[in-house]
Nanobody
Framework: QVQLVESGGGLVQTGGSLRLSCAAS????????MSWYRQAPGNQRELVAT???????NYADSVKGRFTISRDNAKNTVYLQMNSLKPEDTAVYYC??????????????WGQGTQVTVSS
């Protein structure tokens, strides 16, 4: 089986930075698109950033210029560098990936989520 495991969340003050990581493990052949989503209490889950295997990126307007998504294909890991954090960035952040297993089946996976809290 395949697992996505996030790390790096925590409590930070307004204007601070955090770096989230998401590592895929298990029967992984390769990973196509990887994304970060977030969900604040009472809100729907929203897309934060996406990166293709080739490194093309896309961001939500609310995080452009502050967040940077990157990936290490050799480590099957995606990162989210978050700078100039605001209280409205507080949410549970989820990693998502389209993963090609060793049996060549393509499946979408979610991580368990990591809490990011930005204090004012």
């Amino acid at each position: 089986q395949v697992q996505l495991v996030e790390s790096g969340g925590g409590l930070v003050q307004t204007g601070g930075s955090l770096r989230l990581s998401c590592a895929a493990s298990g029967r992984v052949f390769s990973i196509n698109i990887m994304s970060w989503y977030r969900q604040a209490p009472g809100n729907q889950r929203e897309l934060v950033a996406t990166i293709t295997r080739g490194g093309n990126t896309n961001y939500a307007d609310s995080v452009k210029g502050r967040f940077t998504i990157s990936r290490d294909n050799a480590k099957n890991t995606v990162y989210l560098q978050m700078n100039s954090l605001k209280p409205e960035d507080t949410a549970v952040y989820y990693c998502n990936g389209d993963i090609l297993g060793i049996d060549y089946s393509l499946t979408n996976y979610w991580g368990q989520g990591t809490q990011v809290t930005v204090s004012s």
